[in-house]
Each structure stands twice: as structure tokens, then as C-alpha cells.
């Protein structure tokens, strides 16, 4: 009751006309930024930051937090229209939504994305109001050996899909996990495989860059293969009675949906981890347990649904230790967390105490900025589409040189835009190969955190593996990994014996 | 004659030369430089981090008060404990729209990476901000209230059984856990993490048992009644309010060399105009005497120290040489 009360407060405060018109104004730059490739909710909120001084901080944190959450939305955007993902946390969604678009149902890609992120973004808020404490507990009692027991489910979810090619998959993941483990050594800080001593490389292989180069110039280039030029891009129509069809058709996913913001909020919760490995855990958990998974990557609805429902309930999970621990749960609060430190606010278990207003504002305010992301969205769904009617010669310079745009960006590095180019080429070519790329993407997300605990883990036990299954949390989560590891293993193996049997039997 | 010419030489030297004084004088205050463009803020240091949230909190401050004609933008550059900065830096010689936020890893870098072939005495000084401090902490169930009882209980632990937090080898509290296992002649495992603040979380998580975390990183978990400093690496009387009331290694006797700080400065490349480096030591001065600035270090826990020009450069020289002797090289 007592937390309905403060909730009832922080209503009153964001629906302030000020606050208000900046959660608006938020979400739209959100969704802006979010959509342009390379501009992700990092820089969003770290250009606009210095603007906040204008404003008390609770307003000022209500604008970033509608900024951030917009950002979640807009990321689809440009993911599903183009194949080029719009930021870092929205990679998993072009996994299945450029596939839609190609068909013919971008609107319903978008419908999906707008829909889930809104059930996502309102499931987390209401986790967020009602366990806040608890949660924190949570986070707390995750050491090394915890994290390292959640990446190894993530990897097996993305093992264990019945579809794939599997001795594929793995290399695939080897692939990516060798690109993460380039730069700087994570315990003893020496670089380590520096190609050629290029300076470049001391920054390790940004993610973003190795995500754009393989589904931006990778998917131009297959798709000039593929039409021979003559392209007419998808035909792509909108109606309201295609919305409304979309939306029912939703209704079929919320078992997805309810999943995707469940685990997304609770990766966000977990310091360092944050929204771009919550999406992928999202996908590859719908993906194996769907009951079909080989319609995946090739435009199931679901898969659009999980990482968008998880992005954004993961950013609303990253802004709790933020607020409780004082540490960023994604880079994105990390920013936040230089901004509260301006506006004179210490972050840490006494900011609910001392600032129960800053801390209440904010919430109440999610609850709003998801309502309007959703509904600005879905307003400017038909440009979107009239955007796809473009005749590829015109889009295919745009993408291009968004592509470029993209890769520059997050390190304004000349090395990373050449290090682009070649992805293109190499995953245009493991395409054609029929490798799957996302396990590549997943495991240059979560190497560097799957390294770093597994080696903080075996530092503090002085080599002892069973560390990871004597700890309650760790143990159960390693037990379940291995489970789904070994599954299509066992499914192989039995499919094998039964259409040994029938052979036999024929025979 | 000779006298006489003489005389008349010098005096119209003399003339000349202040002839010559005043009218740079009289230029430079007619159009003092200003930066024609964004000014690119290096951080030798990742996203989130200490280094990074400080250097986002004096931008704020230049924003605030627009202290600047063009704003800076900060730029990350953590790759190689800071080795991808320096080099850029380097690359900058000259430059007049890059400067860079420095902490000690702009002298251990060069010391432990020698293949880099970067020379901080090339740079040119700006301002130093602050020196931040360390405390060793502990969590307030461990029981511990003195270095002594924390000396016994790592005795008693042994190295397999006490866990040290910290950043990575040769990092910061890597040098000062190092200054803290020679004193004592105790031993200890030092796990290290992803920055301070994840360091400070994983003491109150229980997941190690000790930190010499910076007092930023510690001071929410402090209030909140988690976790307590037992000593201060700083020589008695540095530190003011509560930070003042921790007891220093030297207060508890155990001499004066238990002393370790984190540089907070500014430099900008080598090879750039006087009139380039007054403008950034104008600005930082600006910021330095701010009250944002003054309220951040007395809450923090950090000593003020203003220094520029030669003096600084003398410091940064003499810390490289400290450092050297730390790390063995």
C-alpha cells in the first residue's frame, strides 16, 4: 500500500505539464535516434545530457528515461525496413523481422515490434514499482560464477535448436568468440591478438561493427545477387485493417511475449550486463522452445517479439542497480549515472530514502513513456512503409551510406569502417555457405562477460571447477544449460535409431 | 664610442623589446585563442567507469557555465589500459582540439607496454584537478574493526581463503594491495573486475571479503551501514569531515610510506601554441574553483591540488619514477 501510495505521488509529478511535454518530446527523439543506425540510446542520451541543466533533475531524468525507452522502440525501425540494425539492442530483431519485410509484412514486423516492446517496457515497470528491494537483493548475490552459469545457458539456448546445422553453429560461435577475445586481455590488461600491430584493433572488435557489416553491407549485397538488379524492393502495404488483423494475430504470441520481458528484465538487472544480451537470450530461448524452430530466421513472428519485449523490459531492469547499487546495468545508465552525479544525487540504497520524489517521478513516468512510445510508433508505421516503396537504386546508397555512418560512429575510428566492409563480404559469404550468423553476434556479445567471470571465478577458487555447481543459483542455472545442451543431442540420436528402425522394418 | 654605442645598442634594444612585448601583449588580448571547433575529450578509460563518470562531470560543469565557446565531446578510448589514448594523443601532435583525461594509468601504461613507445614527457601539461584517495574496506558483518583485526584475519584465512578486489594487475589498488601484502607479510587472492564501482558491489554481494576502493566508489554502501574503511592511504590531516575521521596507516603506526594517490589531470598533445595551453589552463582553472568542483571533492573524500605549467610535469616525472619502483621496472 505504501508502495501505491509513492506510485500515486510520482503520477502526480510526471503528469506535470513539463514533464509531460519532455516525455513526449523524449520519446520521439527516442525513436529517432533509435532508428538512425550507429545511434543508439548511448549517444542519445549522452549528447542530449548537458541539455537536462536547464531543467530540475527529476525532469530531467523523466526526458533521458523517455530517450532511452523510445530509443528500445525506434531500434526496430530501421532493423526490420532495411536489415541494418538500428542499435546494438535491437540486432535479434533483425534476426526474423527483415525476413517479414521481405515477405511483404513489414507492417506486420513493426506492429509486432511497437506491440511487444509496449508489453515488455509495462511488465517491467510494474516488476520495477512493486519488488524494487528485493530485486536488488537479487543482483547482489550474483558473483562470477552466477554470471558465468547465465552466459553458458545463453550459449546452450542458441546450441540446443533442433533446426540448425549444429557442427555449423558451433563454428559459428568459435568465430565469434575468437573476434571478442581481440584487444586487451581482461585480468591482466596486455593487448593480445593485435592483427598486424594495427592501433585499431587495441579497442577489441566493436560489436555494432561486426553486426551492421553482416546483416547491413552483407544483406545489400545478397540482395543485388539474389534480384539481379532488376528490384522492385518488397511490395509493402499498410492499412488499418492489416494493423488490426497484426494485432489479433498477437494475441497467438503472449506466452512469448510474457517470457521475453520476464528474462529481459532480469538480465538488466545484472550489473554489466544490460539490453543487447537480454534481446539474444530472448530469441534463443523462444527459439528452442518453440514447437517448430526452423521457422525461425525466416520471419516467425515470435522471434520478433521476444527481443523487442526484452530490450526494453532489460532497460528498465539496467536502471535498478543504477538507482539501488549505484552501478550501470548497460552503458546507457552508466551516462545516467554521470548525470545524477551532476544534479547533486547520490545514487546507492539511500536515494529511495532521500529522494523518494526523483526516484518515483522516474518510475511513473516509464509507465507514460511507454504509452506514448507505442502510439507515436504506430502512428508513423505508413512512412515507414512508403519508405520500403523506394526503388532499391535509391535505397541501396542510403543504406550504404548509413551502413558507413553506423561503423564510424561508436569509435570514430576509420579502421572499424574497413573492418565493416570486410564482414560484409565474409558474411555475405558464410551466408551463402549456409552458416548461421547470429550465434557469431551472440558470442561477440557475450564473450568478453562469459571470459571475464568464468576467470574471476577460477582465480577465487584457485582452479576448482566445481565452484560453479556448489552455489545454489549457479548450480541449478549450469544444470539447466547442460540439459539444453545435451537435448538435440538426444534428439539426434533417437531420430537416427528410429529411422534405423524403419529401415530396418522396410527392409 | 664603443661605450657609447654600446649604451645606444641597449637602449634601443631595450626600447624595441618592449616595444615588441606590448604588442604581443596588446595581440594576444585582442584575440587570445579560442578553439574554432568541438573539442575532442579523450578518457583514457571505458564507459561507467571512475575515470569516465569524472570526466563527464567536469563537461557538465564547462556546459553549465558555458566556460567554453565550443563544447567538449567526450571520446573513450580504454583500449589497452588506456595505451589506445596515449597513442592517439601522439598521433594528435599539434593538434590545438584534443586534450585528454588522465589518472595513473598514464604513467604505468608507458612503464608496463615499453613496445608503445610513448614519452608523457612529450605531452603538454594542462592542470591537475584533484588526487583522489584510497581506503581498505571491508563489509560490516566480517567483524573487522581495525588494520589489526584485518591483518589476524588474513593471517588466519591464508591466501586461498581471503579475497582482494580490484581493477586488474597493475592497476591502482593492484600497486596499493601489493604495499599492503609487503607491509604485513600477508598473502591474498586478488580478483579482479570490471571497474571500481562493480568492485564495491561485489564487498557488499559477499562475493570477496576486502577492497582499496577510491571513496566515491564506497561512500553510498558506507552510509547505507554495508560496509566501513578501516585505514586511509594518505598522511594524517589530508582529508576533512568524515574522511578525515578514518584513521591513517600513519596515525596507527605503521609509518609513513603507506601513502598512494590517484591523479586526476588534464594534458593536451605535444607541439601545440602557448597561447593554445592558456586557453585550456584558463578554462580548467575555471573549473577547478567552480563550487561544483569544490562540493564534489569534499564530498568525495578528494584532496585538492591545483598545479600546472613545469611544476606539473615535475610531478608527473617523479610519479613515473614512483611508479616504475612499484611495479618492479
Redesign the interface.
Known amino acids: 500500500m505504501e508502495i501505491l501510495g509513492h506510485l500515486a505521488d510520482g503520477f502526480l509529478i510526471s503528469f506535470e505539464p513539463l514533464n509531460l511535454a519532455l516525455v513526449i518530446f523524449g520519446a520521439m527523439v527516442g525513436l529517432f535516434i533509435g532508428a538512425m543506425p550507429g545511434l543508439g540510446s ?1 549517444n542519445g542520451v ?1 549528447i542530449l ?2 541539455m537536462t ?1 536547464l531543467v530540475p533533475p527529476t525532469s530531467a531524468i523523466i526526458f533521458l528515461g523517455a530517450i532511452y525507452y523510445g530509443a528500445m522502440y525506434g531500434g526496430a525501425i530501421s532493423s526490420i525496413m532495411l536489415g541494418i540494425p538500428g542499435a546494438s539492442t535491437a540486432v535479434a530483431t533483425t534476426f526474423d523481422g527483415r525476413p517479414l519485410a521481405l515477405k511483404g509484412q513489414a507492417d506486420k514486423a513493426l506492429v509486432a515490434a511497437a506491440t511487444a516492446s509496449f508489453v515488455g517496457g509495462t511488465i517491467s515497470v510494474i516488476l520495477f514499482t512493486a519488488f524494487a528491494p528485493p530485486l536488488a537483493e537479487v ?6 560464477p552466477e554470471e558465468f552459469a547465465l552466459m553458458m545457458l545463453a550459449f546452450a539456448t542458441f546450441i540446443g535448436l533442433g533446426g540448425d546445422d549444429i557442427p555449423k553453429t558451433f563454428f559459428s560461435i568459435f568465430i565469434g568468440l575468437v573476434l571478442s577475445a581481440v ?2 586481455d ?6 593480445r591478438l593485435i592483427f598486424m600491430d594495427l ?1 585499431g584493433f ?3 572488435v566493436n560489436f555494432l561493427v561486426l553486426a551492421i557489416g553482416i546483416y547491413g553491407i552483407g544483406e545489400m549485397l545478397w540482395t543485388v545477387e539474389t534480384s539481379r538488379g532488376n528490384v522492385s524492393m518488397s511490395k509493402a502495404t499498410v492499412s488499418a485493417k492489416r494493423v488490426m488483423a497484426a494485432l489479433r494475430e498477437l494475441v497467438g504470441t503472449w506466452k512469448t511475449m510474457l517470457m521475453g520481458s520476464f528474462l529481459g528484465y532480469f538480465v538488466g538487472i545484472l ?2 550486463a544490460g539490453a543487447t544480451p537480454g534481446s539474444l537470450m530472448a530469441y534463443g530461448v523462444a527459439k528452442s522452445i518453440a514447437k517448430d524452430p526452423s521457422t525461425y530466421g525466416k520471419g516467425n513472428v515470435d522471434g520478433v517479439v521476444a527481443p523487442e519485449a526484452a530490450n526494453n523490459a532489460a532497460s528498465t531492469g539496467s536502471m535498478l ?1 543504477m538507482l539501488t ?4 546495468g548497460s ?1 546507457t545508465t ?2 545516467l ?3 545524477m ?2 544534479w547533486g544525487l ?5 536515494l529511495f530514502v532521500d529522494h523518494k520524489e526523483f526516484v518515483w517521478g522516474l518510475i511513473a513516468s516509464l509507465y507514460s513513456a511507454n504509452l506514448f512510445s507505442l502510439l507515436i510508433n504506430i502512428a508513423f508505421i505508413p512512412a515507414f512503409i512508403a519508405v520500403l516503396k523506394l526503388p532499391f537504386t535509391i535505397l541501396a546508397p542510403v543504406i550504404f551510406a548509413l551502413c558507413v555512418v553506423g561503423g564510424y560512429v561508436p569509435t ?1 575510428d576509420m579502421h572499424d569502417v574497413w573492418l565493416m566492409f570486410i564482414f560484409g563480404v565474409v558474411g555475405y559469404l558464410m551466408r551463402k555457405l549456409d552458416y548461421p550468423l547470429a550465434p557469431a553476434v551472440l558470442a561477440i556479445v557475450l564473450g568478453p562477460l562469459a571470459e ?1 567471470s568464468v576467470r ?1 571465478s577460477l ?2 577458487s ?1 582452479g576448482d571447477i566445481t565452484i560453479f555447481f556448489q552455489r545454489p543459483i549457479s548450480g541449478t542455472i549450469m544444470v539447466v544449460a547442460i540439459i539444453l545442451l545435451v537435448m538435440p543431442l538426444y534428439k539426434i540420436i533417437r531420430d537416427r535409431m528410429k529411422a534405423g528402425r524403419d529401415e530396418g522394418g522396410a527392409a | 664610442m664603443n661605450k657609447l654605442s654600446t649604451s645606444a645598442l641597449s637602449l634601443s634594444l631595450a626600447v624595441g623589446l618592449a616595444l615588441g612585448a606590448t604588442t604581443v601583449a596588446g595581440e594576444a588580448k585582442a584575440k587570445a585563442w579560442e578553439p574554432k571547433k568541438p573539442i575532442e575529450f579523450v578518457i583514457m578509460a571505458g564507459k561507467g567507469g571512475g575515470a569516465d563518470r569524472l570526466a563527464r562531470f567536469i563537461q557538465g560543469i564547462i556546459e553549465k557555465h558555458k566556460m567554453s565557446p565550443k563544447p567538449l565531446i567526450p571520446i573513450n578510448k580504454g583500449g589497452g589500459s588506456g595505451a589506445e589514448a596515449l597513442q592517439y594523443l601522439k598521433a594528435k601532435n599539434g593538434d590545438p582540439h584534443v586534450i585528454l583525461a588522465t589518472l595513473n594509468s598514464y604513467y604505468t601504461t608507458p612503464l608496463r607496454q615499453p613496445k608503445l613507445g610513448i614519452d608523457i614527457s612529450k605531452y603538454t601539461p594542462i592542470a591537475r584537478l584533484a588526487e583522489d584517495t584510497f581506503q581498505l574496506w571491508v563489509h560490516v558483518d566480517s567483524g573487522i574493526n581495525s588494520v589489526k583485526d584485518y591483518v589476524a584475519a588474513v593471517k588466519k584465512a591464508g591466501k586461498k581463503g581471503w579475497k582482494m578486489g580490484g581493477t586488474g594487475k597493475g592497476a591502482e589498488d593492484s600497486l596499493v594491495t601489493g604495499m599492503l601484502m609487503k607491509k604485513f607479510g600477508i598473502d591474498m587472492t586478488y580478483v579482479p573486475y570490471k571497474g571500481g564501482g562493480k568492485v564495491a558491489k561485489e564487498l557488499i554481494g559477499k562475493h570477496i571479503n576486502s577492497t582499496v576502493n577510491n571513496p566515491a566508489e564506497q561512500v553510498g554502501f558506507w552510509d547505507a551501514g554495508k560496509s566501513k574503511p578501516l585505514a586511509s592511504f594518505t598522511p594524517p590531516g589530508m582529508l576533512k569531515g568524515k574522511w578525515g575521521k578514518i584513521p591513517t596507516f600513519q596515525d596507527l603506526g605503521h609509518g609513513s610510506d603507506m601513502v598512494y594517490y590517484m591523479q586526476r589531470s588534464i594534458v593536451a598533445p605535444g607541439g601545440i601554441a602557448d597561447d593554445v595551453r592558456d586557453f585550456y589552463v584558463s578554462l580548467f582553472q575555471k573549473v577547478y574553483t567552480s563550487s561544483e568542483w569544490q562540493g564534489y571533492l569534499n564530498k568525495k573524500g578528494l584532496i585538492p591540488g591545483w598545479l600546472t605549467g613545469d611544476k606539473l610535469q615535475a610531478y608527473f616525472i617523479a610519479e613515473k619514477a614512483k611508479h616504475a619502483k612499484l611495479l618492479g621496472k
Open positions: 548511448v549522452a545530457l548537458p541543466f543482483a547482489l548475490a550474483f558473483g562470477p584487444g586487451l581482461v585480468v591482466s590488461g596486455e593487448p592501433p587495441l579497442h577489441g550489473p554489466a542497480p547499487l549505484g552501478i550501470p552503458p552508466a551516462i549515472l554521470g548525470g552525479v551532476i547520490e545514487p546507492g540504497p539511500l570514430l571475464r574471476q582465480i577465487g584457485h
